[in-house]
């Protein structure tokens, strides 16, 4: 009785340590990537050019949010996730207007070309 006892402990065991497993090979959510929960779609880290010069660096995916500062012609970028037609980025270097390398913020994806991963 006793051994028939352990047998059926065992089986919810396996089960735990089968769910554990599944939900390692889950996906993360879209703003693990890109440290943004406004995030909808991960990118793998592509590099991206500034197209055009005034272009806002935001702090959300809008024009309702406040900008950071200005992107120009040339500025060079990681995209990081989207929402829309915006792109979560950093900068890879400082930006002509002075903004910080490093800095991440919201910019439109019209705004950008290169897009290489």
């Not at 051994?3 to 065992?10: E, F, I, M, P, Q």
């Not at 769910?19 to 440290?35: K, M, R």
């Not at 200005?70 to 929402?83: E, G, I």
């Amino acid at each position: 009785m006793i051994r028939h006892l352990a047998a059926r402990s065992a089986a919810p065991a396996v089960l735990v340590l089968a769910a554990a497993a599944l939900s390692v090979s889950v996906a993360p959510a879209a703003h693990a990537v890109g440290e943004n929960s406004q995030c909808t779609v991960n990118w793998p880290n592509y590099g991206a050019t500034v197209a055009k010069n005034a272009w806002n660096f935001r702090t959300g995916p809008g024009t309702t949010f406040k900008s950071r500062g200005f992107l120009y012609r040339n500025d060079k970028l990681k995209v990081l996730c989207s929402s829309g037609s915006w792109n979560y980025s950093q900068l890879t270097q400082t930006s002509r207007s002075g903004i910080p390398k490093g800095t991440k913020a919201w910019v439109r994806n019209d705004g950008l070309v290169n897009l290489a991963g």
